[in-house]
T-cell receptor, first 110, second 116 residues
């Protein structure tokens, strides 16, 4: 089955720092790739997604590019804010069945 | 966006009792709901998939009689942990997929179950 390996946390950054959270996947076929974010006390929210190779998903300053050759979907943001503090989950598959990474806790300090 | 309400957010119970967790789609009809379990610092693991009006499909290794899932309406699915034991302590999360937004999953806020 599919598997997703995600950079372990926690990650602590200062405000305005550059963020990268690595994510690689193994899958049969060509899954869609997703990043979800979970703020404290809330459910997971879809942050961005990409459905085919070389697609770039972007939202709220976050970006990730579907790299088929490296089977990766790394999450990046050029300048993080305190409000970005949350747990980030990488996932592969479709809405019918998703496989999640273990989550990365991000803390952004003012 | 669509909202999924999960209740309760936290529950503590004695060993041997049963606990029911509710997952409601508030502003859309959820044709499919999913139940996950998450251990600390680990992935969300899919437990079962439920379609409205039919029996749930359980993942390998998940005990059907231990984790009872009912999806009786298009807006409500319930997970009942029967005869709970300390090893059932975990974070349980539901998600829902609607008719119109079929490519996106909407998640509940999760339930932390602690069995004493």
């Amino acid at each position: 089955g599919d598997s997703v390996t995600q950079m372990e946390g926690p990650v602590t950054l200062s405000e305005e720092a550059f963020l990268t959270i690595n994510c690689t996947y193994t899958a049969t076929g060509y899954p869609s790739l997703f990043w979800y974010v979970q703020y404290p006390g809330e459910g997971l929210q879809l942050l961005l997604k990409a459905t085919k190779a070389d697609d770039k998903g972007s939202n709220k300053g976050f970006e990730a590019t579907y790299r088929k050759e490296t089977t990766s979907f790394h999450l990046e943001k050029g300048s993080v804010q305190v409000s970005d503090s949350a747990v980030y989950f990488c996932a592969a598959g479709s809405a019918r069945q998703l496989t999640f990474g273990s989550g990365t806790q991000l803390t952004v300090l003012p | 966006g669509a909202v999924v309400s999960q209740h309760p957010s936290r529950v503590i119970c004695k060993s041997g009792t049963s606990v029911k967790i509710e997952c409601r789609s508030l502003d859309f009809q959820a044709t499919t709901m999913f139940w996950y379990r998450q251990f600390p610092k680990q992935s969300l693991m899919l437990m079962a998939t439920s379609n409205e009006g039919s029996k749930a499909t359980y993942e390998q290794g998940v005990e059907k009689d231990k984790f009872l899932i009912n999806h009786a309406s298009l807006t409500l699915s319930t997970l009942t942990v029967t005869s709970a034991h300390p090893e059932d302590s975990s974070f349980y999360i539901c998600s829902a997929r609607g008719d119109r937004l079929r490519d996106e999953l909407f998640f509940g806020s999760g339930t932390q179950l602690s069995v004493l």
